[in-house]
């Protein structure tokens, strides 16, 4: 019989049959190599290594809510799973996409009867907590409190962005890691052995090379590497003496392209490390930062709108002619698509890293936002209103105003600042590239 106790009760209740056991026998090739121990669970050493707050609590049975978060295919269920094997607490486990109020009220209500007269804890299982909405959060809420339920969330969305606080304030949040390369040959090994759970009981030949570029292939995530797997054991046929030889080639059919994994929390750090390049000066980071959101799907003009808006934050005025590549590669987009523009959108990244850096048009802009936001607003002085109106002479609008062209050098010095700003100095130059030069005229008209 395939699988433990523990799996048949829970996935497939207290009764096997046989069409249980052949459905259980058909389930993916990852789900059915899921560790059913902590000694051979892979990776996540931080948070399930010996003496630390996690495995000592799972070996206590002391584990309060929690919500695991990481990248898919990482154990994050596995490990839940575990959990439950390895304690006398009772396990349920629902979908936030599928289950609902009512649903969370049938497994409150099945916990409190089992703590009282059973003396048994439950661990409720949420997958893609995530999804839950705000009423079936507040319906689980007071069992939390209570004890009553013990709350797993498995999670690929930072739950402190995606979750209702109230949920994760009452919950310790473990943040799971990709696996390492090593880490899924290891999955992948494992599978090939096991006779009874995985595909042991075929002839399977695979080179330790084809096996690493599995692992490689697979980013982290075993659950990938082990569906790939599965596809090609079972649409390769045996040579003559029965073995089925699994090469690089026909890998790269399985997997057909590496897995670039991408959730809303990933896009924003990759967003993020993007900009920070850019204003770092490092064209090849900004460039592999780029490549990678691209070949994740996201939108280029995106990817675009903040290198023109790094091209005034970060470079500004120290080179003008960032924000000119920006714009020409944004306009080269819309114009020709991808994959041809991403030559321009190319040049423009490296035109912006490789500038001279200033923040003042940044700050400049940021203390004129600040004043107006929190400043009197007075009346416009009077040499400076408009006068393009019949009767403005009558008025004596634009009294006092001098034209600077008729001056030396088109220039003389008069107020034309806002009242309260008298004082204010928002652009100042720094010392490279352009602005070195506009430091040194606007200190000569200063003088």
Not at 37 to 63: M, N, P, S
Not at 104 to 117: Q, S
Not at 321 to 336: E, K, P, T
């Amino acid at each position: 019989m395939i699988g433990t106790a523990w799996q048949q009760a829970v996935f497939f209740g207290d009764k096997m049959d046989l069409f249980s056991m052949q459905t259980q026998r058909m389930a993916p090739l990852a789900d059915r190599m899921r560790p059913k121990k902590l000694e051979d669970f892979l990776g996540q050493e931080h948070i399930v290594g010996e003496g630390t707050l996690l495995r000592r609590a799972i070996r206590a049975d002391a584990l309060t809510s929690c919500i695991f978060y990481g990248p898919p295919g990482c154990g994050k269920t596995t490990l839940a799973a575990i959990i439950a094997e390895n304690t006398n607490a009772s396990f349920e486990k629902l979908n936030a996409v599928t289950s609902g109020v009512a649903d969370v009220r049938r497994v409150i209500e099945d916990a409190d009867r089992r703590l009282r007269f059973e003396g048994r804890h439950t661990y409720l299982l949420l997958d893609e907590c995530h999804r839950w909405s705000k009423a079936q959060s507040d319906a689980l809420l007071p069992a939390m409190e209570k004890g009553t339920i013990r709350f797993i969330g498995s999670t690929t969305e930072n739950p402190t962005i995606a979750m209702t606080p109230a949920i994760v304030s009452r919950c310790r949040i473990f943040e799971f890691r990709a696996l390492s390369t090593e880490d899924v040959e290891k999955a992948v090994r494992r599978a090939l052995k096991d006779g009874e759970n995985g595909l042991g009981f075929l002839n399977i030949h695979m080179t330790d090379e084809t096996i690493r570029k599995l692992a490689d292939m697979s980013n982290g995530d075993v659950r990938i590497a082990l569906t790939a797997l599965e596809l090609a054991a079972l649409s390769t046929d045996a040579d003559r003496d029965g073995v089925i030889v699994i090469d690089d080639g026909i890998i790269s059919q399985s997997m057909q392209r590496r897995i670039v994994p991408m959730d809303e929390s990933l896009y924003y750090d990759m967003l993020s490390a993007f900009c920070k390049s850019l204003r770092g000066s490092d064209s090849t980071a900004a460039l592999a930062w780029s490549a990678r959101l691209l070949e994740a799907g996201c939108d280029p003009r995106l990817i675009m709108r903040r290198v023109m808006a790094h091209a005034s934050e970060d470079v500004g005025l120290a080179d003008p002619m960032a924000m000119v590549q920006a714009v020409s590669a944004m306009q080269a987009l819309n114009l020709m698509g991808l994959p041809e523009a991403k030559l321009p959108m190319a040049q423009a990244i490296i035109y912006v890293c490789e500038a001279p850096k200033s923040n003042a048009v940044a700050v400049a802009i940021g203390e004129a936002d600040e004043d107006a936001r929190n400043l009197r607003h007075e009346t416009v002085p009077n040499h400076l209103r408009d006068t393009h109106y019949k009767g403005a002479q009558r008025l004596n609008r634009g009294d006092g105003y001098l034209y600077p062209h008729d001056f030396p050098g088109h220039y003389v010095r008069q107020n034309y600042r806002p009242a309260g700003t008298e004082d204010r100095d928002y652009y100042r130059p720094g010392d490279l590239g352009f602005e070195a030069e506009l430091k040194e005229r606007k200190k000569q008209r200063e003088d």
